[in-house]
């Protein structure tokens, strides 16, 4: 069946057609690809087309699709079993390898996606500190729990108003949100509220309005003011962990948070999240503490054994080679006229204006550019993420044959920029 006719049949089951919006083209437009079949840096579609992935799933599979080794690891995993609902050894070799990269992780809880993993930090935070407030910065994604699908309400440090239907005013309201890069607001609002707040959470490297990429003293006096306040710091490295250090953002930028939050990598391309930090914040996580939080396929073995692989050959080499590699990348991008490409690590943002700190920055026309370059490279064999607020992925797949193809696309449709 083609990717049309599967598309009208997938509409007819889910809102959209699709299993998670953005994957529904709108921003773009056009017909959703539907994915066959993919290796290293590409897939092919249900019409059997093939493309040059520049999306990767949005972050998991930083050694490219179908990595030989990852598959390896969970059919062996597959034959002990798909689901115990109890411990099993994968669990403590991940973990062990977790505690290694990012020497702040004391204790851990492995969930089954990222949103999941902020939702549970946040409720640890909430039971360590007694308190209920939490505040989030504007142009920052962490996930769909209530709390979270929040905007800055009117005025300083006021309540949040909601971003979507269905989450209680009530809830919005214990969130407040300030601007990234704003130190005014930032002092102000702890000035104010900081002896309410039980959380900040924060990417700090932000990827999901773009790539807004924070000035270093912005974090740092964030993690200054957590400490003062008595505020626990949640760094969420859902997208930046392992991603672009072995010890993520946290490593990079030198700053150790209290808590942190991640997914995607971890679980190497099956459903996994992970929080975790300071033992005695952990410590208030049932059974041991009075915070409850669960999960039936929590620290699944499949799932367990596709993240140890992975983690495994996350060595500071291969950082280095993917951080070279981007590089490249970047440069062949901003061949196409017009364009900037911010970039952390193997994370790049396809840009037509000059790199921005806040997502209200963004301008209106850089994303209709995007959106007709989305389109010109895709009927050149290349899949850039469907939206003009997304970050590029490169894998370790990427490599020399895979840029020069990108070129080859990005000198066909330079004309028309
Ligand atoms: C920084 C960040 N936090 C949380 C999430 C939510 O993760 P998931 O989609 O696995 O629920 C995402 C998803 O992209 C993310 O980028």
């Known amino acids: 069946m083609s990717n049309e006719t599967l598309f009208q049949e997938a509409l007819t089951h889910f809102p959209g057609g699709v299993s998670s919006p953005v994957r529904a083209f709108r921003a773009v437009g056009g017909t959703p690809k539907f994915f066959k079949k993919a290796s290293g840096a590409w897939f092919e579609d249900e019409d059997g087309a093939r493309f040059l992935d520049l999306c990767m799933s949005w972050g998991p599979l930083i050694l490219g699709h179908a990595h030989a080794d990852i598959l390896a690891a969970v059919s ?16 403590l070799s991940l973990a062990r390898r977790i505690k290694e ?3 702040f992780i ?3 809880r492995f969930v089954s996606s990222g949103t999941e993993a902020v939702m549970s930090a946040l ?25 979270l699908l929040v905007k800055a309400g009117s005025g300083l440090a006021t309540f949040g108003a909601p971003t979507s239907a269905g989450v209680p005013k009530g809830i919005a309201e214990l969130t407040s949100v300030v601007t ?8 102000r609002t702890f000035a104010e509220i900081g002896g309410q707040l039980a959380a900040a959470i924060i990417e700090p490297i932000p990827a999901n309005n773009g790539l807004l990429l924070q000035r270093p003293e912005f974090l740092k006096r964030l993690r200054e003011l957590c400490t003062q306040h008595g505020v626990v710091l949640i760094f969420d490295e859902v997208i930046s962990g392992f991603r672009v250090a072995p010890g993520g953002a946290a490593e990079r ?20 999240g992970l929080y975790g930090g300071r033992k005695d914040i952990m410590g208030v996580v049932a059974p041991d503490g009075p915070v409850y939080q669960a999960g039936t396929l929590s620290g699944n073995p499949v799932a ?7 983690m495994e050959k996350l060595t500071p080499a291969f950082y280095a080679g993917l951080e070279a590699n981007a590089e490249k990348w970047a440069a062949a991008f901003e061949a196409i006229p017009g364009l900037h490409c911010p970039r ?24 209709g550019s995007f959106n007709r370059l989305h389109k010109a490279m895709l009927a050149q064999g290349v899949y850039l993420p469907p939206s003009g607020y997304e970050v590029a992925f490169l894998s370790a797949a990427h490599g020399d044959a895979e840029l020069a193809r990108f070129k080859q696309a990005a000198a066909a449709v330079a004309k028309d920029f």
Not at 180 to 187: C, I, P
Not at 304 to 310: E, R
């Open 76 to 91: 062996e995993a597959m034959q002990e079993g798909l689901t115990f609902g109890a411990p099993s050894r994968r669990e």
């Open 101 to 103: 990269m990012v020497p």
């Open 106 to 108: 004391e204790k851990m």
């Open 123 to 147: 409720r640890a935070a909430r039971g360590f500190t007694g308190r209920d407030r939490i505040l989030k910065f504007e142009g920052c994604y962490h996930g769909h729990s209530d709390g």
């Open 180 to 187: 990234l890069d704003d130190m005014d607001t930032l002092e």
């Open 253 to 272: 930028l030198g700053i150790t948070p209290d808590m942190a939050t991640y997914g995607k990598i971890i679980g190497g391309g099956m459903p996994v």
């Open 304 to 310: 367990m054994a596709a993240g140890l692989a992975t």
């Open 344 to 367: 952390y690590g193997s994370l790049l943002w396809p840009l037509f204006q000059d790199s921005v700190r806040r997502s209200d920055a963004v301008k209106g026309e850089a994303i």
